[in-house]
C-alpha cells in the first residue's frame, strides 16, 4: 500500500498511530506470514480476518517493537499479543532446564489472567508450549512443581508471581516477551 492507501485504510478501521516509523498495518492473517500451523489455529477459532487493532497492533509486535495498545473491550486485543509471543518463542532456542517462561503476561486480577491463559491455550496447544497460571488462591506447591518443569509461557498476577520468583520456581533470565493487560 502507498502512503495515502494506508492512511485511508488506517482511517476505515478507525485506527489512530503515532510513533516513530511505524509498521505498516495489515488486511488479512496471510498477510502476518504466520505458519500453516497458526492459521490452522486462527482458523479454526473461525477468525476470518484480524480485528482493526489485530491488523495494525500484529505487524507492529511481530517486527520485534514496543507497542501500547489501546481498544475497546471484546475488541481481540489478546490475539494481538498471543499470537506474536507464539511466533516469538518458536523463534527462540529451546529452554534448558530451570530456564523459562519466555513469555510473560501479567494481569490485574484472578480472573482477568484465567480468561488469558484458556486465550492462549487454544493457540499454543499445537505447537507443545508449556505455559502456566500463576494466581492466587491456586496450590503453591502445584505451580512450583510445574514452574519447575519448564514453561514457556506464564500468566500471572503481579503478587503471586514474585512470590514464585522469590521461591525461585522461576527466573526472567529468558523472559524477552513482556505483556501487561489491562495496564491502565
Ligand atoms: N480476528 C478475530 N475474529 C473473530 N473473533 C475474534 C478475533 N480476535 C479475537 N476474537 C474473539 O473476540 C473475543 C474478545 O477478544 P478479547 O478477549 O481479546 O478482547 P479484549 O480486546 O481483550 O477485550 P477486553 O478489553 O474486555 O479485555 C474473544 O472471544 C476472541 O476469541
Ligand atoms: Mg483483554
Same mark, same amino acid.
Request: aromatic share 6%; net charge positive; charged share 25%.
Given at each position: 500500500?502507498?502512503?495515502?492507501?494506508? /492512511?485511508?485504510?488506517?482511517?476505515? %478501521?478507525? *485506527?489512530?498511530? &503515532? @510513533?516513530? $516509523?511505524?509498521?505498516?498495518?495489515? #488486511? !488479512?492473517?496471510?498477510?502476518?506470514?504466520?505458519?500453516?500451523?497458526?492459521?490452522?489455529?486462527?482458523?479454526?477459532?473461525?477468525?476470518?480476518?484480524?480485528? /482493526?487493532?489485530?491488523?495494525?497492533? %500484529?505487524? *507492529?509486535?511481530? &517486527? @520485534?517493537? $514496543?507497542?501500547?495498545?489501546?481498544? #475497546? !473491550?471484546?475488541?481481540?486485543?489478546?490475539?494481538?499479543?498471543?499470537?506474536?509471543?507464539?511466533?516469538?518463542?518458536?523463534?527462540?532456542?529451546?529452554?534448558?532446564?530451570?530456564?523459562?517462561?519466555?513469555?510473560? *503476561?501479567?494481569?490485574?486480577?484472578?480472573?482477568?489472567?484465567?480468561?488469558?491463559?484458556?486465550?492462549?491455550?487454544?493457540?499454543?496447544?499445537?505447537?507443545?508450549?508449556?505455559?502456566?497460571?500463576?494466581?492466587?488462591?491456586?496450590?503453591?506447591?502445584?505451580?512450583?512443581?510445574?514452574?519447575?518443569?519448564?514453561?514457556?509461557?506464564?500468566?500471572?498476577?503481579?503478587?503471586?508471581?514474585?512470590?514464585?520468583?522469590?521461591?525461585?520456581?522461576?527466573?526472567?533470565?529468558?523472559?524477552?516477551?513482556?505483556?501487561?493487560?489491562?495496564?491502565?
Amino acid at each position: 500500500m502507498s502512503e495515502p492507501e494506508i /492512511a485511508e485504510y488506517q482511517r476505515s %478501521l478507525a *485506527i489512530r498511530v &503515532s @510513533g516513530f $516509523d511505524a509498521p505498516r498495518p495489515v #488486511k !488479512t492473517f496471510e498477510d502476518c506470514g504466520f505458519s500453516p500451523e497458526l492459521m490452522c489455529a486462527i482458523a479454526k477459532q473461525a477468525y476470518e480476518k484480524p480485528t /482493526a487493532i489485530q491488523c495494525q497492533a %500484529l505487524p *507492529i509486535v511481530l &517486527s @520485534g517493537r $514496543d507497542i501500547i495498545g489501546i481498544a #475497546k !473491550t471484546g475488541s481481540g486485543k489478546t490475539a494481538s499479543f498471543v499470537l506474536p509471543l507464539i511466533v516469538h518463542i518458536m523463534d527462540q532456542p529451546e529452554l534448558e532446564k530451570e530456564e523459562g517462561p519466555i513469555g510473560v *503476561i501479567c494481569a490485574p486480577t484472578r480472573e482477568l489472567a484465567h480468561q488469558i491463559y484458556l486465550e492462549m491455550k487454544k493457540f499454543a496447544k499445537s505447537y507443545g508450549i508449556r505455559a502456566s497460571a500463576v494466581y492466587g488462591g491456586m496450590s503453591k506447591l502445584d505451580r512450583f512443581k510445574e514452574l519447575k518443569a519448564g514453561c514457556e509461557i506464564v500468566v500471572a498476577t503481579p503478587g503471586r508471581l514474585i512470590d514464585m520468583r522469590k521461591m525461585k520456581a522461576l527466573t526472567m533470565k529468558r523472559a524477552t516477551y513482556l505483556v501487561l493487560d489491562e495496564a491502565d
